[in-house]
């Protein structure tokens, strides 16, 4: 199986960090998150059982990283029972091929991502041009080439139940990439939300930086249906969520949340919507 594996042929590592890197705070029992440069993984079951999943790989070789997280929580020479994924952006999936070589666990992702995680079809080019600030600037950098990950990558079931993770459901999300899901759990309104909608400015370098914390919309360099984008986020703004770890920017729960989500829902265009670029439908 490792013979079909393989990285993106344009993956790279991005020199981009940010105040809370290689950190990481658990928010509820059975919940963690770690943010390896600028972007959040999850680690989801109770410490030091077998029993764990979890979602989404990081940046590129962040591989080492997130095996040692994992040691340090569920104990030595542990694996969990399965990936899921968010999304197949580079900024997700960087460390999976090598994490699948270590623990050879399945891993589950929406059916419109496959052709993305099985070395089919590249992610559209992100885009230099849309309106916003440094990090949308330089964003031709970012990979868009698709990995393979083999046997390995499975659809999400279809009656939106999550491997591994009882009481969780995955929920469809598009916009930010076509099989974009967000992961929610009913019994205390916790909702993974990945790129659907983040917490911080993510085309901008000085919030990036410093972690500040706003509610807002799909990073807008890699975002191509905005439409489909705007959809989501009234989907998940439905729910009242109490408490999110999204795939950029800190944890945020409770009333500050919420209305910021219903703001970011009811003036999406606004708010979201770069006024120019490529994948701007004017």
């Known amino acids: 199986m490792d013979e079909e594996l393989h990285e993106s042929e344009d993956q790279r590592i991005i020199p981009m960090t940010s105040i ?18 600028i972007v959040n993984i999850a680690f989801i079951g109770f410490p030091k059982k077998d029993n764990w999943v979890l979602v989404d790989a990081g940046l590129p070789n962040a591989a080492a990283e997130i095996k040692a ?27 999976l091929i090598d994490l699948i070589k270590e623990w050879n666990v399945p891993v589950y992702a929406h ?8 070395g089919k079809k590249s992610y559209p080019e992100p885009d230099t041009t849309v ?16 990995i393979n990950a083999g046997e390995a ?37 916790t909702l993974i939300s990945g790129d659907a909608f983040i917490t911080v400015r993510q ?20 975002t191509t249906d905005w439409q489909a984008a705007k959809d989501s986020v009234k989907k998940l703004a439905d729910l009242k969520i109490e408490l999110v770890i999204p795939g950029h920017g800190y944890v945020m729960e409770g ?7 219903d703001k970011l829902a009811g003036e999406f265009e606004q708010l979201a919507v770069p006024d120019y670029g490529r994948y701007v439908d004017h």
């Open 255 to 261: 009333e500050e949340l919420r209305k910021g989500l």
């Open 69 to 95: 997280e994992a040691e340090k929580r569920f104990g030595e020479d542990t694996k969990p029972s399965a990936i899921i994924l968010t999304h197949g952006h580079f900024d997700h999936v960087g460390g």
């Open 203 to 222: 085309d901008s370098f000085y919030n990036v930086l410093m972690q500040t914390s706003e509610v807002n919309g799909p990073p807008r360099y890699l």
């Open 153 to 189: 990558i499975k659809a999400l079931p279809d009656d939106n139940s999550v491997p591994g993770l009882d009481g969780w459901k995955w929920i469809h999300t598009p916009g930010h990439s076509p099989g974009h899901v967000s992961f929610y759990r009913e019994d205390d309104a």
């Open 131 to 146: 309106e916003g600030g440094l990090l949308a600037k330089i964003s031709g950098v970012y990979p868009n080439e698709p």
């Open 111 to 118: 059916e419109l991502e496959l052709p993305y995680l099985t």
């Open 20 to 37: 809370t890197s290689r950190s990481g705070e658990k928010v509820a029992n059975d919940i963690y998150f770690y943010t390896d440069q």
